[in-house]
T-cell receptor, first 107, second 112 residues
Framework: KAGVTQTPRYLIKTRGQQVTLSCSPI?????VSWYQQTPGQGLQFLFE???????NKGNFPGRFSGRQFSNSRSEMNVSTLELGDSALYLC??????FGSGTRLTVV | GENVEQHPSTLSVQEGDSAVIKCTYS??????FPWYKQELGKRPQLIID?????GEKKDQRIAVTLNKTAKHFSLHITETQPEDSAVYFC???????????FGKGTTLSVSS
């Protein structure tokens, strides 16, 4: 079966812009979690969705938001980008299987 | 909230030696502890996991032990090979079961 698909793989944005990342989980998985990975902070939990409902949210500012659609695909949005938002954004399907991530660079 | 401490941050071993990575967690309600291997530029991959009703689990050269009383768990890799070189992360599931809380990672280098 297909794995976890994240798009795009790479993204370069300017400070102040907004960005939307997408994650398609493994077929049948209803949970999608998002994580931010940086060299300094490691892997940090952003939020988790299950059947279109956000069940948990990490300690990130309100600029970080997400949603999940009825087909379980999920998007996360970051508004008013800051340089410190540069990171690898990973989604996990079914709680524990990661996609390849989206590398976001904010310049 | 839940916190996971991981040691050491770097570990260098000779091929064939054993490697041990240790983690402690703070939330006694955590009941699932996965370990991930992340090679450079790749996704974290689940390599082994353990649930709180089990004390030890082994899969070929990899084993994980869990001490619930002390709230620590460890990854053991025997007969290390150069392809074991990677960053290893331990994690604990939060009380709600909806998030993984990760350790800071251990960079393992296996030299031949």
């Amino acid at each position: 079966k297909a794995g976890v698909t994240q798009t795009p793989r790479y993204l370069i944005k300017t400070r102040g812009q907004q960005v939307t990342l997408s994650c398609s989980p493994i077929s049948g998985h209803r949970s999608v979690s998002w994580y931010q990975q940086t060299p300094g902070q490691g892997l940090q939990f952003l939020f988790e969705y299950f059947s279109e409902t956000q069940r948990n949210k990490g300690n990130f500012p309100g600029r970080f938001s997400g949603r999940q659609f009825s087909n379980s695909r999920s998007e996360m949005n970051v508004s008013t980008l800051e340089l410190g938002d540069s990171a690898l954004y990973l989604c996990a399907s079914g709680g524990y299987t990661f996609g390849s991530g989206t590398r976001l660079t904010v310049v | 909230g839940e916190n996971v401490e991981q040691h050491p941050s770097t570990l260098s071993v000779q091929e064939g030696d054993s490697a041990v990575i240790k983690c402690t967690y703070s939330d006694s309600a955590s009941n699932y502890f996965p370990w991930y291997k992340q090679e450079l530029g790749k996704r974290p991959q689940l390599i082994i996991d353990i649930r709180s009703n089990v004390g030890e689990k082994k899969d070929q050269r990899i084993a994980v032990t869990l001490n619930k009383t002390a709230k620590h768990f460890s990854l053991h890799i025997t007969e290390t090979q150069p392809e074991d070189s990677a960053v290893y992360f331990c994690a604990a599931v939060n009380q709600a079961g909806t998030a993984l809380i990760f350790g800071k990672g251990t960079t393992l280098s296996v030299s031949s």
